[in-house]
C-alpha cells in the first residue's frame, strides 16, 4: 500500500511572502519550519499570531500553529525541501544593482544542513544567474554533495526557482490558485519542485529552465510598470493642457482594442518599483523602454510633490490632509510607496501643517521623524484640513460624501472623488493629476 510521506519544509524568510507560504504549505500538513532572523518574529508565530497584516492570514497561521504543522525558529533547521523567500533589495551605489547577498546568506546557511535527496527552491524575485550562482556557491560549501548540471546525471540535490504571482490582499489565495513557472537548474530538478508545488497549488504548475523562470518574474512586472508609465506621463501631459486626464482615459478606454490603466501619484511595492532595475542592470542597451518606464514613474512622484506643494503655499497656515501611505489601496504595506515619499517630503518642509490619515497605520513611519507631522483619522481630517491630498485609493476615502470634503482644496491623485467642485481661488479648488 503508497502512503506518502509529507516531506518536511523549511522555509527561510517570514515576510510578506515567506509567512503566508509556510502557512499554506503547513495547511497542506507538511511539517513546516519558518527561519526568521527577528526573534520577535519568530516569538510572534509560534505564539499563533501574525506580524503583517494579509486578508485571513492570522486565523491560518492560528490554526497551523495549534495542529502543530507550523514552527518558527532564527536557527536553521534540517528539512526535505527548503524554500528561500529573503529580500533582493538594491545595493548602496545608486545605479539600482541587484544585491544578492540575502539570498547567498541564506543558502550559506542552509549548505549546513543540506544531506543528499533534499531540494532547494528560491522564489525570491532574482536577477537572471541567481539561481545557478546560489547552486555554484552550494558546490564550493559541499564538495561531498553532487550538484545539479556541471554534467552530473544523477545529482544528490535538486535546485529550482519558482516565483510566486500574488497581490497583497489577496496573498493566501494566489498562493493556492495562480498558475506557477517553476524553473529548474536541470529538468529533473524541475520535476522535482514540480512534485513539491502540486501538493498546495491548484494553478497550472509550468516547468522550464531556471533562468528563464527568472526572467519570467522580472518581465512581468516590467511589463505592469510601462503600462503603469504611460497612464503616469498621459496624466502629466494632460495637466499641461489643461485636460481632466480622468475623462481623456474614460473615453479612449471605449475603443475595443485600448484598456488605458488609470494613473496615480507614481509606482510603489517591492516588486513593480524594483524588478524592471535587474533587467536594465543585466542588459542596459537593450531595455531603453523598460528603463524609461521606470524613470517616468519615478518622475511622476516628483511631478506629485512639486503640484502638492503649490497648492500648499497657496493656500498659507491651512492643515494639510495627506490621505494615505501605503503603496495601494486597503493593505498596511508601504515598501518603496510613492504615497509615503509624497507625505514625507511635504512633511519636511511644511512640518506641523502636514495631517496624515492612514487607517492601516497604529503610528507614523520612521519617516516623520521629528518633521511634526501627526496621525489623524479621516473624520479629524474633514473637520480640520482646509487641503485634502488624496495619495491612496482607500475604500474609506472613496465613501466620504462631496458635502464633507468640498470647503477643502483636493488634489486628488487616484480620481476618487471627480465629482469633487472645481472653484476658482482657493477653497474647493480641485487638481486632477
Request: charged fraction near 25%.
Amino acid at each position: 500500500m503508497f502512503v506518502d510521506k509529507k516531506p518536511a519544509v523549511c522555509v527561510i524568510g517570514l515576510g510578506y511572502i515567506g509567512l503566508p507560504t509556510a502557512a499554506t504549505i503547513a495547511r497542506a500538513e507538511c511539517p513546516v519550519i519558518g527561519i526568521d532572523v527577528s526573534e520577535k518574529v519568530v516569538e510572534t508565530i509560534n505564539r499563533g499570531e501574525i506580524h503583517i497584516e494579509e486578508v485571513d492570514l492570522d486565523a491560518l497561521v492560528q490554526a497551523v500553529v495549534r495542529r502543530g504543522t507550523l514552527k518558527a525558529s532564527t536557527e536553521m533547521q534540517a528539512a526535505d525541501v527548503f524554500v528561500i523567500a529573503v529580500p533582493t533589495p538594491f545595493e548602496h551605489d545608486g545605479n539600482h544593482t541587484p544585491d544578492t547577498s540575502y539570498v547567498m546568506a541564506a543558502a550559506k546557511e542552509v549548505a549546513g544542513v543540506l544531506k543528499a535527496g533534499d531540494t532547494i527552491i528560491l522564489e525570491s524575485t532574482s536577477p537572471v544567474g541567481t539561481t545557478e550562482a546560489m547552486r555554484d556557491l552550494l558546490a564550493d560549501l559541499r564538495p561531498d554533495l553532487r550538484m545539479p548540471g556541471a554534467d552530473q546525471d544523477k545529482p544528490d540535490v535538486a535546485i529550482a526557482y519558482c516565483p510566486e504571482r500574488v497581490l497583497p490582499g489577496r496573498i493566501l489565495e494566489e498562493l493556492t490558485h495562480n498558475d506557477r513557472s517553476i524553473g529548474g537548474i536541470t529538468p529533473r530538478c524541475a520535476r522535482k519542485a514540480l512534485a513539491f508545488y502540486k501538493r498546495f497549488v491548484k494553478g497550472a504548475c509550468i516547468t522550464t529552465d531556471a533562468r528563464s523562470a527568472e526572467m519570467t518574474k522580472l518581465v512581468e512586472n516590467a511589463y505592469r510598470d510601462v503600462n503603469i508609465a504611460f497612464a503616469n506621463e498621459l496624466s502629466m501631459v494632460s495637466d499641461a493642457m489643461g485636460l481632466d486626464v480622468w475623462e481623456v482615459i474614460r473615453l479612449a478606454n471605449r475603443h475595443p482594442r485600448v484598456n488605458i490603466l488609470q494613473p496615480g501619484p507614481g509606482v510603489g511595492g517591492h516588486c513593480i518599483a524594483v524588478d524592471p532595475w535587474f533587467i536594465v542592470n543585466g542588459a542596459p542597451e537593450q531595455s531603453r523602454l523598460i528603463r524609461t518606464g521606470r524613470e517616468v514613474n519615478v518622475g511622476k512622484t516628483h511631478h506629485v510633490i512639486e503640484k502638492a506643494r503649490q497648492l500648499i503655499a497657496e493656500n498659507e497656515g491651512v492643515p494639510v490632509g495627506c490621505l494615505g501611505l501605503a503603496f495601494k489601496a486597503n493593505i498596511d504595506d508601504f515598501r518603496e510607496s510613492p504615497a509615503l515619499e509624497v507625505a514625507a517630503s511635504l512633511a519636511r518642509e511644511f512640518g506641523e501643517r502636514i495631517r496624515i490619515v492612514e487607517p492601516y497605520a497604529a503610528e507614523l513611519p520612521i519617516e516623520f521623524t521629528d518633521t511634526g507631522a501627526a496621525l489623524i483619522d479621516i473624520d479629524t481630517a474633514l473637520e480640520t484640513c482646509g487641503v485634502l491630498i488624496v495619495l491612496v485609493d482607500h475604500d474609506l476615502f472613496k465613501v466620504v460624501p462631496a458635502e464633507e470634503r468640498n470647503h477643502a482644496a483636493i488634489y486628488d491623485t487616484r480620481g476618487i472623488w471627480p465629482d469633487a467642485q472645481e472653484k476658482p481661488g482657493r477653497p474647493g479648488l480641485r487638481l486632477a493629476s
